[in-house]
């Protein structure tokens, strides 16, 4: 059974840095795109950031470009998510998505394009 687990989030001060893990089992994690998403209650889930199968191309969402860097490592099957220069508008659960195959399309910020998803681990930054 596939497995998708994040870890990482905590409460942080604005300005600091936080760095999610997304461990993944059972799954073909070297072959598939990878992305990180974040969700406040009420509204949408918005998408964040892709990397594609081998690492060398990554998309990022206008709101952490400059801010976040996606990483990946594929002899571990670990995603990661370096977060700095947080923000209180950065309070959200983050959440690793696998993606059906090993590019990040033009459509990556679109939650369906997503074969499996963790639970969530919740970040929260403070004023």
């Known amino acids: 059974q596939v497995q998708v687990v994040e870890s990482g989030g905590g409460l942080v001060q604005a300005g600091g840095s936080l760095r999610l893990s997304c461990t993944t089992s059972?799954?073909?994690?070297?072959?598939?795109?990878m992305a990180w998403f974040r969700q406040v209650p009420g509204k949408e889930r918005e998408g964040l950031s892709c990397?594609?199968?081998?690492?060398?191309?990554?998309m990022y969402g206008d709101s952490v470009k400059g801010r976040f860097t996606i990483s990946r490592d594929n002899g571990k099957n670990t995603l990661y998510l370096q977060m700095n220069s947080l923000e209180p508008e950065d309070t959200a659960m983050y959440f690793c998505a696998a993606d059906y195959d090993g590019y990040c399309a033009d459509s990556w910020p679109i939650p369906s394009e997503y074969e499996y998803w963790g639970q969530g681990t919740q970040v929260t930054v403070s004023s």
């Open positions: 990397i594609n199968w081998h690492g060398r191309i990554t």
């Open positions: 059972a799954l073909n994690f070297a072959e598939r795109a």
